[in-house]
């Protein structure tokens, strides 16, 4: 299998014993993933709410109407549960397809052997369930839960790249800005024009494709409490 994409830094790490949350995101990535916008990552988030483990891969930054998940593509959310911090853990993953009508199949898969299945259409808001009723699925289009003040952003870059007597370490950084620039950066990206607005969301009413998932967690937790969380999408 060759792997197309992989959202870099992505991982978390869930705690099933103490509810928390987590998440990570990586919007518009390289220009070789650009070709299919169906299999860039833009979120991996989760969640435990007691009995189940929430987890959602979202895919197709800006997707347009009538976008569509790739029937060429396995989207797959990775998990690795541990009894604690360091120690190598048991690996689940959740692979998910699609066919030509959008018609989804998931499978929860653990060394070699499939733990349950789910297929048919998922894009009613309740999704479907496998027979078991421990795992859930929708699949479609959501709006983007991600905020980025692009125009806070730019502002930021313009700065940096008006200042003078900059130098710049190997990688092309800069590493001794004014003092008067890092304080516009402060104001920059904490709102908009330079600081004069208020921040706006780049990313407000705007979609994105989500794969939503809620699974039983005796299916990710064979090996501890603790549950490591990334994404991947795969040709």
């Not at 994105?208 to 990710?220: F, G, P, R, W």
Request: charged share 15%; net charge negative.
């Amino acid at each position: 299998m060759k792997t197309k994409h992989l959202l870099r830094g992505a991982a978390a790490l869930l705690a099933i014993s103490v509810a928390p949350f987590a998440f990570a995101a990586d919007h518009l990535d390289a220009p070789g993933v650009k070709t299919d916008a169906s299999t860039d990552i833009t979120d991996v988030y989760t969640w435990n709410d007691g009995t189940n483990v929430a987890l959602i891969l979202n895919v197709s930054p800006l997707a347009a109407t009538g976008a569509k998940f790739s029937n060429a593509a396995k989207y797959v959310l990775h998990t690795e549960s541990t009894m604690k911090y360091g120690v190598a853990g048991t690996e689940t993953d959740i692979i998910c397809t699609f066919d030509a009508t959008q018609k989804i199949s998931c499978w929860v898969v653990s060394g070699g052997a499939t733990k349950d299945y789910v297929t048919g259409d998922a894009s009613a808001t309740a999704g479907i369930k496998s027979a078991s009723g421990k795992v859930q699925v929708f699949a479609g289009p959501r709006d983007d839960p991600f905020f980025f003040n692009l125009g806070g952003f730019k502002d930021a870059e313009a700065d940096v790249e008006a200042a003078t007597g900059v130098t710049t370490d190997a990688a092309g950084c800069p590493n001794n800005l004014p003092a008067s620039t890092v304080m516009a950066l402060d104001k920059d990206l904490g709102g908009s024009n330079h600081g004069t607005g208020a921040a706006v969301d780049f990313f407000a009413g705007k979609n994105v494709l989500s794969i939503v998932l809620s699974v039983d967690k005796t299916l990710l937790t064979s090996g501890g409490p603790l549950v490591a969380v990334w994404g991947s999408t795969n040709q």
